[in-house]
């Protein structure tokens, strides 16, 4: 993981107990310098707002994903980070010696909404939410949506605020902005793998 600089805003204001309640997400990574691992929080501006860090970390449950960028100071490094979203953290704090940093998700739980991918879908169509406002309820940025189709063209399931993974798998633009998507046709999948999360779409292995 990488030191707290380059691109992001880089002002600290530490403290021992929980977190600012005006940011959307936050990243986990270690301070190669000053080898500490740190937290830190940005608002919907993508501004630092609050910066933790301590000789240890620990993470009570909840879900994150991997979040990294080049370095913006020419340096031949690259930042990487574990992201996680405001509306599912309970607390931020640090114990009163400054070495323990701890990071305390809510508990999970599960929605009505079925996850899964359906068996009769015909082709897959996914795009991005360019906002949070189209997200069901604020608080996180925005991320991706997949919808299933059938055969005659009807939405057979569409599963929302996920990240996004396609591997070894064609695709193609579809649609005029701003109803743009990706399609990928049922004949080209593997399989896909659905969690709360995260949707994976796997190609069907090419002979070489």
Same mark, same amino acid.
């Given at each position: 993981?990488?030191?707290?600089?380059?691109?992001?805003?880089?002002?600290?204001?530490?403290?021992?107990?929980?977190?600012?309640?005006?940011?959307?997400?936050?990243?986990?990574?270690?301070?190669?310098?000053?080898?500490?691992?740190?937290?830190?929080?940005?608002?919907?501006?993508?501004?630092?707002?609050?910066?933790?860090?301590?000789?240890?970390?620990?993470?009570?449950?909840?879900?994150?994903?991997?979040?990294?960028?080049?370095?913006?100071?020419?340096?031949?490094?690259?930042?990487?980070?574990?992201?996680?979203?405001?509306?599912?953290?309970?607390?931020?704090?640090?114990?009163?010696?400054?070495?323990?940093?701890?990071?305390?998700?809510?508990?999970?739980?599960?929605?009505?909404?079925?996850?899964?991918?359906?068996?009769?879908?015909?082709?897959?169509?996914?795009? !991005?939410?360019? +906002?949070?406002? %189209? $997200?069901?309820?604020?608080?996180?940025?925005?991320?991706?949506? *997949? /919808? !299933?189709?059938? +055969?005659?063209? %009807? $939405?057979?399931?569409?599963?929302?605020?996920?990240?996004?993974? *396609? /591997?070894?798998?064609?695709?193609?633009?579809?649609?005029?902005?701003?109803?743009?998507?990706?399609?990928?046709?049922?004949?080209?999948?593997?399989?896909?793998?659905?969690?709360?999360?995260?949707?994976?779409?796997?190609?069907?292995?090419?002979?070489?």
């Amino acid at each position: 993981m990488s030191q707290p600089s380059g691109d992001k805003p880089t002002s600290a204001a530490q403290g021992p107990t929980a977190a600012p309640t005006v940011w959307e997400f936050g990243d986990i990574g270690f301070d190669t310098e000053k080898k500490l691992w740190f937290v830190q929080l940005y608002n919907e501006a993508n501004q630092n707002v609050g910066t933790y860090m301590g000789k240890a970390v620990v993470l009570k449950r909840g879900r994150a994903a991997q979040y990294q960028w080049k370095d913006g100071q020419g340096r031949a490094f690259w930042h990487v980070r574990e992201r996680f979203f405001a509306d599912e953290i309970e607390n931020v704090s640090i114990d009163p010696a400054g070495v323990l940093l701890t990071v305390s998700f809510k508990e999970g739980k599960e929605k009505g909404e079925d996850g899964s991918a359906p068996e009769d879908y015909a082709y897959i169509l996914y795009a !991005f939410h360019l +906002s949070n406002k %189209e $997200l069901a309820k604020g608080n996180k940025p925005p991320l991706g949506f *997949v /919808e !299933f189709y059938n +055969s005659g063209g %009807e $939405l057979v399931r569409r599963l929302n605020n996920r990240w996004i993974v *396609v /591997e070894d798998v064609d695709r193609k633009s579809v649609g005029e902005y701003p109803k743009i998507r990706l399609r990928i046709d049922k004949k080209d999948v593997h399989r896909v793998i659905t969690t709360r999360s995260t949707i994976i779409v796997q190609g069907k292995a090419t002979k070489p």
